[in-house]
């Protein structure tokens, strides 16, 4: 059976993508720690980052290097803050978030209820902080 991420990878669950290439895509969480908290997740199903392989790895960092430089432009936090814990869904993915301050990076700060038109205007801050970056990965949603 396909993961959460699969299914929003192939479009049978929506998400807020920013990036879109060959090997991953990048898409807001539905619960962010704060303002732009995106998830970069490989297309190939692997549940734990340890198990992927080094190539892949290194697009994955490469791309979230990329993403928290738009999350950085976009957002004008003191730092970008980088996650890999995998509890929550069997499948590999790195959360990227504009943080202040480390408790920024407390999960159990998530905001569960966050409103569709923050999501939706943090998605296209990233979007246009990549275009304006030079990066040609933005996804169009």
């Given at each position: 059976?396909?993961?959460?991420?699969?299914?929003?990878?192939?479009?049978?669950?929506?998400?807020?993508?920013?990036?879109?290439?060959?090997?991953?895509?990048?898409?807001?969480?539905?619960?962010?720690?704060?303002?732009?908290?995106?998830?970069?997740?490989?297309?190939?199903?692997?549940?734990?980052?340890?198990?992927?392989?080094?190539?892949?790895?290194?697009?994955?960092?490469?791309?979230?290097?990329?993403?928290?430089?738009?999350?950085?432009?976009?957002?004008?936090?003191?730092?970008?803050?980088?996650?890999?814990?995998?509890?929550e869904v069997p499948h590999c993915?790195?959360?990227?978030?504009?943080?202040?301050?480390?408790?920024?990076?407390?999960?159990?700060?998530?905001?569960?209820?966050?409103?569709?038109?923050?999501?939706?205007?943090?998605?296209?801050?990233?979007?246009?902080?990549?275009?304006?970056?030079?990066?040609?990965?933005?996804?169009?949603?």
């Amino acid at each position: 059976m396909a993961t959460l991420f699969t299914r929003i990878i192939n479009g049978e669950l929506p998400g807020r993508f920013v990036w879109r290439d060959e090997r991953c895509v990048a898409f807001l969480s539905i619960q962010p720690l704060r303002p732009g908290h995106t998830l970069v997740v490989p297309r190939e199903e692997v549940d734990h980052w340890i198990d992927l392989e080094s190539d892949l790895v290194r697009h994955l960092m490469t791309v979230t290097q990329s993403i928290g430089k738009a999350l950085q432009h976009g957002f004008h936090s003191k730092k970008v803050g980088v996650a890999i814990a995998g509890l929550e869904v069997p499948h590999c993915h790195i959360h990227v978030v504009p943080i202040d301050a480390i408790h920024d990076l407390d999960f159990t700060n998530q905001d569960t209820n966050p409103r569709p038109a923050d999501l939706d205007g943090a998605a296209e801050t990233i979007r246009e902080a990549l275009r304006h970056l030079g990066f040609t990965q933005v996804a169009d949603r």
